[in-house]
């Protein structure tokens, strides 16, 4: 992964207010600079204890909601650790489950928390199926960290405006039930 390409993804970042928009372009270039088949971010929505691919390689961005407790990427989210996963194809999972809708094979998996600042997990990068003969390595590692650390303000940005829409859902339904209540009086 080249510094000139790190440069051109902060710049794009810092020209864009399209969050979603960024991280799509991300993914699309991604598998170039880090020698592996997809990437995909993930974000974690807490209070329905799920994640949501908000972009991925080659994939629509809409439909892939799953569970916390039945994916490697819930994993990365519960513990808040980087998470590598090779021969991924004999590990039952959400990505088995996802190969076969789509016709992809994963055989080995990278994933990388993106922190939120002071509410945990808000998602995670995952990289699939590292090119060569060799799986996953510490300097994968490192350079996906990095690059979370890249995405992280366009990452939290949707997880605060997911948190934010909960807030006044839950909010609306307490007023309503407090109307009700004030009612009986």
């Known amino acids: 992964m080249s510094q000139a390409w790190m440069d051109v993804l902060e710049g794009a970042y810092n020209r864009t207010e399209d969050h979603r928009a960024f991280l799509a372009d991300f993914v699309e270039q991604a598998p170039e600079q880090l020698n592996v088949e997809r990437c995909s971010i993930f974000l974690h929505d807490p209070q329905m204890q799920r994640v949501s691919l908000i972009a991925g390689t080659g994939l ?35 990505h088995r489950d996802v190969d076969d809708m789509t ?8 994933c990388v928390p993106i922190k939120a600042s002071g509410r945990g997990v808000a998602g995670v990068v995952q990289l699939l199926n590292k090119q ?11 350079m996906t960290e990095d690059l979370a650390e890249r995405v992280q303000p366009a990452v939290q940005a949707l997880f605060m405006d997911q948190a934010d829409d909960e807030e006044q859902e839950s909010r609306g339904f307490r007023f309503s039930i407090k109307g009700l209540f004030s009612k009986r009086r």
């Open 103 to 110: 016709g992809f094979q994963t055989h080995n998996i990278l």
């Open 132 to 142: 060569g003969d060799t799986g996953f390595d510490a300097r994968d590692q490192q």
């Open 60 to 94: 629509e961005q809409d439909g892939l909601d799953i569970p916390v407790s039945r994916s490697i990427v819930g994993e990365v989210v519960v513990t808040g650790q980087v998470r590598i996963l090779e021969q991924a194809g004999e590990r039952d999972g959400v």
